[in-house]
C-alpha cells in the first residue's frame, strides 16, 4: 500500500486543486450553452492538458438548446415574484397562464392518486426534496405525473429560505406544462383556503433551438487496450456558482490526473478522463457517449467512477448502482486509506454513472453528504450552491480517495475485475 500514503502525500501537497475549484466556479453557474459552460470547458482543458501532457479530444454533443428570457409569478393578491424555470419548460403565453393551484405536498404518487380528480386544469405544486437521501422522489417524475393527470403547469419549492430552486422538467422535445422552481414562501402563500384554490399566474418566456456542446476526454492509456472511466460533469444552473454541483467532481478529477498522470504507462489499465455536459438536462452529454461507444468497447471499460458533489461534507459515499460485485473492492480501498465510505446500492439515475451502469458497466457515483439533512448538499440546485460550502479538506478526500480507487481499479487483476460485473454476492 505503499502507493497509497504517495497519493495522500501528493493530493495533500497539490494547491493546484483548491485554485481550479475557484476557477470553475469563477466561470459562473454554467448553464449549457451559455459562456460559462464554454469558458469552465476551456479552463478544464487547460488544466487536464497541463497535468496529463495530453491533447484532449472534444466529441460535439448536439442538443435541444434553450434558455428563459424571463420567469415571474403572481401570487393571489397581485404580487409578482420570482420563480426560476426549470430547464426545458415550455413558455407559457404571452399573458402568462392563469389557474388554481393545486398544493399536493411532497408530490408522493399516493397524493397525485388521491387527487386525480382535482389535478386537470390546475397549476400543480410539489417540493423540492433533498436529493441524496434514500427514497427520495425526483422532480422528473412529480413532473412527469402532473403532466399525465392533466396538470397545466408545474411548481416546485425548494425548502431554503428566499431561494428559488433550479433543476430540469426532463421535458426533450415535444408538448410539457410551465415548470418553475418557487421559494417556500411563494409556496406557503399558494395554500389552499376556505374559499377554494388560489389563483395564480405563471409567465415564463423561452427561447429553443438546436444547440451544439461537448464532451471532452483525456486518454492516458496503460498496457492493455483496457480503461477506467474517471468522469464529471461541466453543466450546472444559472444563478449559482454549482460549487458543489459540480465544480467540486471537476476540481477533484484535475487533481487525480495529476496525482497519476506519471505512473499510468505502467498501469495494466488506462485512465480516461471525461468531462461531460448537458448532465443536468436528462445526463444527455454521456448518454450519446455511451451509445455511440458499442458494445464492443463496453467490455473495455472496467469501471467508471463518476465524481458528481464530492464536496459539501466530510461524509462519503458510492452509489453502486446495482453492482454488488463492486463494493468489497471500493470498500478495501477506502479503508486501506482511512477514509469512511458508504455504499448504497440501488441504481440511482441522478448523474452521468447511471449511463454507464444501464450498458452494463460497472459504474459508480461518489457522493458527499448522502443521507444527512444538515450537510450543505441541501443547498444543491438553490442560488446557495456557493464556493463558501465546500472546504478544501472535503475536496482532498475525495481526490484522495478517487485516485487510490482509479489506481487500484487499473492494476486489478482480470478476475478480480471480473466480479465487479456482477450484481450479486457471491
Ligand atoms: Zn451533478
Given at each position: 500500500?505503499?502507493?497509497?500514503t504517495?497519493?495522500?502525500?501528493?493530493?495533500?501537497?497539490?494547491r493546484?486543486?483548491?485554485?481550479?475549484?475557484?476557477?470553475i466556479?469563477?466561470?459562473?453557474?454554467?448553464?449549457?450553452?451559455?459562456a460559462?459552460e464554454?469558458?469552465?470547458?476551456?479552463?478544464?482543458?487547460?488544466?487536464?492538458?497541463?497535468?496529463?501532457?495530453?491533447?484532449?479530444?472534444?466529441?460535439?454533443?448536439?442538443?435541444?438548446?434553450?434558455?428563459?428570457?424571463?420567469?415571474?409569478?403572481?401570487?393571489?393578491?397581485?404580487?409578482?415574484?420570482?420563480?426560476?424555470?426549470?430547464?426545458?419548460?415550455?413558455a407559457?403565453?404571452?399573458?402568462?397562464?392563469?389557474?388554481?393551484?393545486?398544493?399536493?405536498?411532497?408530490?408522493t404518487?399516493?397524493?397525485?392518486?388521491?387527487?386525480?380528480?382535482?389535478?386537470?386544469g390546475?397549476?400543480?405544486l410539489?417540493?423540492?426534496?433533498?436529493?441524496?437521501?434514500?427514497?427520495t422522489?425526483h422532480?422528473?417524475?412529480?413532473?412527469?405525473?402532473a403532466?399525465?393527470a392533466?396538470?397545466?403547469?408545474?411548481?416546485?419549492?425548494?425548502?431554503?429560505?428566499?431561494?428559488?430552486?433550479?433543476?430540469s422538467?426532463?421535458?426533450?422535445?415535444?408538448?410539457?406544462?410551465?415548470?418553475?422552481?418557487?421559494?417556500?414562501?411563494?409556496?406557503?402563500?399558494?395554500?389552499?383556503?376556505?374559499?377554494?384554490?388560489?389563483?395564480?399566474?405563471l409567465?415564463?418566456?423561452?427561447?429553443?433551438?438546436?444547440?451544439?456542446?461537448?464532451?471532452?476526454?483525456?486518454?492516458?492509456?496503460?498496457?492493455?487496450?483496457?480503461?477506467?472511466?474517471?468522469?464529471?460533469?461541466?453543466?450546472?444552473?444559472?444563478?449559482s456558482e454549482?460549487?458543489?454541483?459540480?465544480?467540486?467532481?471537476?476540481?477533484?478529477v484535475?487533481?487525480?490526473?495529476?496525482?497519476?498522470?506519471?505512473?499510468?504507462?505502467d498501469?495494466?489499465?488506462?485512465?480516461?478522463a471525461?468531462?461531460f455536459?448537458v448532465?443536468?438536462?436528462?445526463?444527455?452529454?454521456?448518454?450519446?457517449?455511451?451509445?455511440?461507444?458499442?458494445?464492443?468497447a463496453?467490455?473495455?471499460?472496467?469501471?467508471n467512477?463518476?465524481?458528481?458533489?464530492?464536496?459539501?461534507?466530510?461524509?462519503?459515499?458510492a452509489?453502486?448502482?446495482?453492482?454488488?460485485?463492486?463494493?468489497?473492492?471500493?470498500?478495501?480501498?477506502?479503508?486501506?486509506m482511512?477514509?469512511?465510505?458508504?455504499?448504497?446500492?440501488?441504481?440511482?439515475?441522478n448523474s452521468?454513472?447511471?449511463?454507464?451502469?444501464?450498458?452494463?458497466?460497472?459504474?459508480?457515483r461518489?457522493?458527499?453528504?448522502?443521507?444527512?439533512?444538515?450537510?450543505?448538499l441541501?443547498?444543491?440546485?438553490?442560488?446557495?450552491?456557493?464556493?463558501?460550502?465546500?472546504?478544501?479538506?472535503?475536496?482532498?478526500?475525495a481526490?484522495?480517495l478517487?485516485a487510490?480507487?482509479v489506481?487500484?481499479?487499473?492494476?486489478?487483476?482480470?478476475?478480480?475485475?471480473?466480479?465487479?460485473r456482477?450484481?450479486?454476492l457471491?
Open positions: 500500500m505503499a502507493h497509497m504517495n497519493l495522500r502525500a501528493r493530493i495533500a501537497a497539490d493546484q486543486l483548491w485554485t481550479d475549484f475557484n476557477a466556479c469563477d466561470c459562473g453557474g454554467r448553464l449549457a450553452g451559455t460559462g464554454r469558458k469552465a470547458f476551456a479552463v478544464l482543458e487547460a488544466q487536464a492538458e497541463a497535468a496529463t501532457k495530453a491533447r484532449g479530444r472534444s466529441i460535439t454533443v448536439p442538443y435541444g438548446g434553450w434558455s428563459a428570457k424571463n420567469a415571474r409569478l403572481r401570487l393571489p393578491g397581485e404580487q409578482w415574484v420570482a420563480c426560476h424555470a426549470l430547464v426545458r419548460s415550455v407559457t403565453s404571452p399573458g402568462g397562464l392563469t389557474a388554481e393551484v393545486i398544493d399536493l405536498g411532497r408530490g404518487p399516493e397524493e397525485f392518486a388521491a387527487h386525480a380528480d382535482d389535478i386537470t390546475r397549476i400543480v410539489v417540493r423540492h426534496e433533498l436529493m441524496f437521501a434514500a427514497g422522489i422532480r422528473r417524475r412529480k413532473y412527469m405525473a403532466l399525465q392533466g396538470a397545466v403547469g408545474f411548481l416546485i419549492a425548494g425548502s431554503v429560505a428566499g431561494q428559488t430552486v433550479a433543476g422538467s426532463g421535458r426533450q422535445d415535444g408538448p410539457g406544462i410551465p415548470a418553475a422552481g418557487i421559494t417556500p414562501q411563494a409556496a406557503a402563500a399558494l395554500r389552499r383556503t376556505a374559499r377554494g384554490w388560489p389563483v395564480a399566474t409567465l415564463i418566456e423561452t427561447e429553443e433551438g438546436p444547440a451544439q456542446t461537448r464532451t471532452l476526454v483525456f486518454d492516458l492509456p496503460g498496457r492493455s487496450d483496457e480503461w477506467v472511466v474517471l468522469s464529471a460533469h461541466v453543466d450546472g444552473h444559472d444563478g454549482s460549487a458543489m454541483d459540480n465544480a467540486s467532481g471537476l476540481a477533484a484535475l487533481a487525480v490526473l495529476r496525482a497519476l498522470a506519471s505512473q499510468v504507462k498501469f495494466r489499465r488506462g485512465v480516461r471525461t468531462f455536459s448532465e443536468e438536462w436528462a445526463l444527455i452529454g454521456s448518454a450519446q457517449y455511451v451509445a455511440a461507444l458499442g458494445q464492443a463496453h467490455r473495455t471499460i472496467a469501471l467512477v463518476n465524481l458528481d458533489c464530492v464536496g459539501g461534507s466530510h461524509s462519503l459515499a452509489l453502486t448502482s446495482g453492482f454488488a460485485g463492486l463494493e468489497p473492492f471500493l470498500l478495501r480501498v477506502a479503508e486501506a482511512g477514509i469512511p465510505l458508504r455504499t448504497v446500492r440501488p441504481l440511482m439515475q452521468d454513472h447511471a449511463n454507464f451502469a444501464l450498458a452494463g458497466i460497472p459504474a459508480f461518489l457522493v458527499a453528504g448522502f443521507d444527512d439533512p444538515n450537510a450543505n441541501r443547498y444543491l440546485l438553490t442560488p446557495s450552491d456557493t464556493r463558501d460550502k465546500v472546504e478544501e479538506t472535503e475536496l482532498q478526500q481526490a484522495m478517487s487510490a480507487i489506481a487500484d481499479a487499473c492494476n486489478a487483476l482480470p478476475q478480480h475485475a471480473l466480479q465487479w456482477k450484481a450479486r457471491a
